[in-house]
């Protein structure tokens, strides 16, 4: 069994600047695509991020392109979303998906095989 634990949400100025993080107990990301989606009160699970671990690809939603980062620290089995320039619009709990065994980064929620528990990002105007 795979536990995926996020860190790192917190409230921030808009403009402002956050880095959450995504790490797996149990096995390590080597073999898998890590992504974030995010979901804001009343409102549904939507992609955000996501790297394939193995081949390095990456793949935005276009609300987030130019202002956020995702990488991957092999060292420490750890997957980061770096935000920046930060907007209102993107408070919302940020959820970590992994998916086992493949080579692609898809944005959908039903690709995913487990998922933290969540962490909150506040953006105030």
């Known amino acids: 069994q795979v536990q995926v634990i996020e860190s790192g949400g917190g409230l921030v100025h808009a403009g402002g600047s956050l880095r959450v993080s995504c790490a797996a107990s149990g096995r390590t990301f080597s073999g898998s695509s890590v992504s974030w989606f995010r979901q804001a009160p009343g409102k549904e699970r939507e992609f955000v991020a996501g790297i394939n671990w193995s081949r390095g690809t990456t793949n935005f939603a276009d609300s987030v392109k130019d202002r956020f980062t995702i990488s991957r620290d092999n060292a420490t089995n750890t997957v980061y979303l770096q935000m920046n320039s930060l907007k209102p619009e993107d408070t919302a709990v940020y959820y970590c998906?992994?998916?086992?065994?493949?080579?692609?980064?898809?944005?959908?929620?039903?690709?995913?095989?487990?998922w933290g528990q969540g962490t909150q990002v506040t953006v105030s105007s």
């Open positions: 998906a992994v998916r086992i065994g493949t080579r692609q980064v898809v944005p959908r929620t039903t690709f995913y095989d487990y």
